[in-house]
């Protein structure tokens, strides 16, 4: 969920909501769930849904994507991320995978823009970095907590077993819930 998180600079959800094969116990999470996170505009982003299937559990396959043609997979085996716009289809290997537009004709035309984002030497480098007093890490801590923030919402939402509405500055629920 952290391409998502990160790109579309994403914050506090309006809505959750939460459903999983075979329910979920009182100690764990079901192995497949299906998770629901609602963005109005911000600023001059417009509305976002962002989805999280888990288990085996696969989103539909896009209009005007072939699943029998291995050039326009969605992912990689068992994991990926797949961004969905107006205008086309991001798709990669889960963990950072190398991105690719689809339909094929969008990947083909493609111009690859200049690099301008800092890069890093890995997670444990950036990590060792900021700790010698260098410049922040990528996932920094008030980073990591907007986003455990944002995905153990999915987990108030099954547990609560309907739609939540989250006031994130109050850090509560506004939906009533059981």
């Not at 798709?91 to 800092?118: N, Q, V």
């Not at 907590?145 to 850090?171: T, Y």
Request: proline fraction near 9%; include cysteine.
């Amino acid at each position: 969920l952290d391409p998502a998180f990160n790109a579309l600079e994403l914050d506090t959800p309006e809505t959750v909501e939460a459903t999983a094969y075979g329910g979920a116990d009182a100690e764990v999470c079901s192995a497949g769930m299906l998770v629901t996170w609602r963005y109005g505009a911000r600023g001059n982003k417009g509305p976002v849904t962002v989805q999280w299937y888990d288990g085996g559990l696969r989103p539909p396959t896009p209009p005007g994507i072939d699943p029998e043609d291995p050039r326009q997979r969605l992912g990689e085996g068992n994991s990926g991320v797949v961004f969905i716009g107006e205008k086309g289809i991001i798709t990669c290997a889960g963990w950072s995978g190398m991105p690719r537009l689809l339909p094929l004709e969008l990947h083909r035309e493609y111009k690859r823009p200049p690099k301008t984002l800092p890069r890093v030497e890995g997670h444990h480098a950036d990590w060792l970095q900021a700790c010698k007093g260098g410049k922040p890490a990528s996932g920094n801590f008030e980073y990591g907590a907007r986003h455990c923030e944002f995905i153990m919402l999915g987990n108030v939402a099954l547990r609560a077993q309907k739609l939540i509405r989250w006031d994130g500055p109050s850090m509560k629920v506004t939906t009533r819930v059981m």
